[in-house]
């Protein structure tokens, strides 16, 4: 099976545990306003990569020993990750048969079949919340986060570790009550390890002129320092979850 690759980067240590290889997978059907990626929106692209999966894992295996001793492993992200769901499944699957630690960055925006896919072979997800509100959620994304919450529950439930990753953008996802009830949505969540709060920068804005595509958030500028510890604090004392600002 071919999977469609934007780009490789082979020793991260910002997307799951340990140094990790993270692939970035081409397509994506969500419309972010505040995108970092916007060159993974479209399914296919002049620079996209198509590896098979054992072209793949040839490359994974370079890492190994960096991967094993930092208790590290392969992170698919996007792009979302589960429009090629049957390539992750079958790469995933092969890393499992190898003991490699396998984790998927996905908004989870998608059918539940495609969670349930890789669902056996996936050791951990890092779920971005997009908003807690369904009407923000279709102004920021397009969609509405009907199916994001159901899968999110759906992964809880199978009981496989889960970090959320949510960006303050001020404005629009940093108002105190959403705030609030995303963290009573988090706290009952067993699965949930770690809430991760991820300041908005713009340093992904170059990519939409490139595109020539209109950024409708350039007067917005990052939340401040002590804005995001505030924020902080809240969802720690109401998840009693770790909770990491960037």
């Not at 630690?101 to 919340?129: E, K, M, N």
């Not at 404005?171 to 969540?189: H, M, N, S, V």
């Not at 409708?216 to 804005?227: G, H, I, R, T």
Request: aromatic share 8%; charged share 20%; net charge negative.
């Amino acid at each position: 099976m071919q999977g469609r690759i934007h780009s490789i980067d082979s020793f991260s240590t910002l997307d799951g545990p340990g140094i990790r290889m993270v692939v970035f997978l081409q397509g994506c059907h969500l419309r972010c306003r505040y995108c970092q990626n916007p060159d993974t929106w479209e399914q296919d692209s002049a620079s996209t990569v198509h590896h098979s999966s054992e072209e793949l894992m040839a490359l994974v295996r370079r890492g190994l020993g960096y991967y094993r001793n930092s208790g590290g492993g392969l992170t698919f992200s996007g792009g979302e990750p589960l429009l090629q769901h049957c390539f992750v499944r079958e790469v995933f699957e092969r890393c499992h048969g190898e003991g490699i630690h396998t984790a998927l960055d996905t908004s989870l925006y998608v059918p539940p079949g495609r969670v349930q896919a890789v669902l056996p072979f996936t050791d951990l997800f890092l779920a971005d919340i997009k908003h807690i509100s369904t009407a923000q959620s279709r102004y920021l994304t397009g969609q509405s986060n009907d199916l994001n919450l159901a899968n999110l529950k759906a992964v809880n439930a199978a009981g496989t570790p889960l970090w959320i990753r949510y960006v303050v953008l001020p404005g629009y996802t940093d108002a105190e009550k959403d705030i609030i009830a995303l963290a009573r949505l988090l706290a009952p969540l067993n699965a949930v390890k770690r809430i991760e709060l991820l300041a908005y920068h713009t340093l992904g804005v170059h990519k939409w002129e490139l595109l020539n595509l209109r950024y409708e958030l350039k007067e917005v500028q990052p939340p401040a320092a002590d804005e995001m510890n505030r924020l902080q604090e809240i969802v720690a004392e109401i998840t009693g979850k770790p909770v990491y600002i960037s």
